[in-house]
């Protein structure tokens, strides 16, 4: 929901209370600054509210609050198309020394963890790629090799096999890099390894797309985004909105179980 202000408190955090037990509720609050608050004012001639308030709000009743649209449409697709994961380890896997380390540190920042893998996966995956650009660690640098559908679905097979991996984020840029069959196959390889092969533990899947500006682009990868929504694959647009938002639905679910997973 979006707020800008109460006029009955008690009515309505017996309402928040007694919604917070069937469903997630996000909060996105206006008018928290003192431009805002006076906006607020003219607006619905509502009182805003202090920010301390609100936050206290939602850690009572264990809503997720958000500070703008963007995260808020991030929040609800995580809510709707990411299996809870068990915990907060994650394997990231993308094109792109710099975006490896970028992507990394977007995440560790927000509490989720990059644990490398260890020798024996690295030896497995190994055994079919090339050692030249491609850093086999986590984050998982595959520019060499995310062209090979083939290769990329079994990489992400063995992967989510490793008991310490409860989810697979997998990054890349529309027009990074020449793909087989261009946007088509690009889709492709998105949905590659989305799916738990014979034997193997369904895991959750996320992806980040960083669309290409380029306008003979735009419609395809408007294709590209309909069908990761059909197969149920969240997807953000930046590293930062999907750390955030996946740590944010992450953080909910913890404190609904009482428990905090690593």
């Not at 559908?149 to 984020?169: A, G, M, N, Y």
């Not at 500006?213 to 909105?241: D, H, M, N, W």
Request: hydrophobic share 40%; net charge positive.
């Amino acid at each position: 929901m979006y707020i800008e202000g109460i006029k009955d408190g008690r009515r309505f955090r017996k309402a928040l209370e007694e919604a917070t037990k069937e469903k997630a509720v996000i909060l996105l609050k206006g008018g928290l600054t003192e431009g805002g608050a006076r906006a607020v004012a003219g607006h619905t001639a509502a009182l805003a509210g202090s920010k301390v308030t609100w936050d206290s709000l939602c850690k009572q009743l264990g809503m997720i609050s958000v500070e703008s649209l963007d995260e808020l449409a991030d929040v609800l697709v995580t809510l709707l198309f990411l299996p809870p994961p068990k915990g907060r380890n994650t394997v990231l896997i993308g094109g792109g020394g710099g975006a490896s380390v970028l992507i990394t540190d977007e995440f560790e920042k927000r509490g989720l963890k990059v644990p490398q893998l260890p020798p024996e996966i690295i030896g497995q995956i190994r055994e079919f790629t090339p050692p030249a650009g491609n850093i086999l660690r986590n984050p998982v640098d595959y520019s060499q090799t995310m062209i090979y559908p083939d290769r990329l679905s079994k990489t992400i097979d063995i992967i989510l096999r490793w008991e310490r991996v409860d989810f697979l984020v997998k990054f890349m840029r529309t027009g990074q890099s020449p793909q087989p069959g261009g946007i088509s196959g690009q889709s492709f390889l998105l949905r590659e390894g989305t799916s738990a092969k014979d034997g193997a533990p369904s895991k959750p899947v996320a992806i980040v797309l960083e669309p290409s500006i380029l306008p003979e682009e735009a419609k395809g990868i408007f294709t590209l985004l309909q069908e990761c929504i059909s197969s149920r694959l969240p997807v953000y647009y930046s590293f930062a909105s999907a750390a955030n938002a996946i740590n944010l639905v992450l953080s909910y679910h913890e404190n609904r179980t009482g428990k905090l997973q690593t």
